[in-house]
């Protein structure tokens, strides 16, 4: 197992690809060593003058990866507030840099490939397009374990409105390091049995405000949308990924 040295593919805008397999497993370990005051002093600050801006800000528990292999990832819990401070300031702890594991849905329909474009008012990425649902792995139990599915499924619910019974959750297909901030997404397959109409409907009715627009992406767009720079990287990847013809026949 490695660190983050050696991404398989790097991008023009700075992010990276890793290969993962399908099997891929997330193992928890404590975090080796506290962060000097000096260092917490300047979270705190960022975090109290975010949390002016965003009062509605909750400083949960995320999991941040520090190693890589592709069919294991090792990593640590950390509150929230050291990620949002990395994001804001990307050299806040120096050598010892953050990377907030993330989900990301390579969601398709019985129509062609979902896309979402995220609120101008986000916290993070705004105005930009990706396959949705996508979030920080979180801690939304007591148990310390992390199953990405589970995480997946979660996103599903709170960003799209769609439950359990008519999605299926795939395999990982491959992992993506943001530029700067070090966010590490997991693309994951997901598939729906509604058609797009009805998916939107469930969204307009029940899905958060992460996005502002859901749209189609038929087949025959699809590379057309995976070359466009308002499409965010690690979906630009999945697109790529699914229009591959192994993947189109499992």
């Known amino acids: 197992m490695t660190g983050f040295s050696s991404p398989d593919s790097p ?6 690809r890793f290969p993962i397999a399908a099997d891929l497993q997330v193992c928890v370990h404590p975090q080796s060593t506290p962060y000097s005051p000096e260092v917490e002093a300047r979270v ?3 975090w109290d003058a975010e949390t002016t801006l965003r009062p509605q800000l909750f400083n949960g528990r995320i999991f941040c990866a520090d190693r890589i292999a592709p069919h294991r990832i090792e990593g640590h819990w950390t509150d929230y507030r050291h990620a949002l401070a990395q994001m804001r300031e990307p050299s806040v ?4 840099p953050l990377r907030q594991l993330a989900v990301c ?3 398709r329909c019985a129509d062609g490939f979902v896309l ?3 609120n101008p008012k986000a916290l993070y990425l705004g105005g930009f397009w990706q396959s949705p649902p996508a979030g920080t792995v979180e801690a939304r139990t007591n148990d310390d374990s992390v199953d990405l599915g589970a995480q997946l499924m979660a996103e599903t ?4 409105g769609l439950t359990p019974d008519v999605v299926k959750i795939g395999a990982p297909r491959l992992a993506a390091m943001h530029a700067n901030t070090l ?7 997901l598939k729906t049995s509604l058609p797009f109409h009805l998916l939107k409907e469930r969204w307009d009715a029940h899905g958060n405000r992460e996005y502002d627009e859901l749209i189609l992406a038929k087949n025959e767009d699809l590379k057309m949308w995976s070359l ?5 990287p690690t979906t630009q990847w999945l697109m790529q990924a699914d229009m591959s013809p192994s993947h189109r026949d499992m």
Not at 11 to 16: K, P
Request: proline share 0%; hydrophobic share 45%.
């Open 116 to 118: 979402a474009r995220r």
């Open 105 to 107: 849905g390579a969601l």
């Open 93 to 96: 702890f120096e050598d010892r």
């Open 228 to 232: 466009r720079s308002e499409v965010l």
């Open 157 to 160: 619910f709170e960003e799209l």
């Open 183 to 189: 966010i590490l997404d997991i693309g994951i397959d």
């Open 44 to 46: 705190d600050a960022i």
């Open 11 to 16: 991008s023009a805008e700075g992010w990276s």
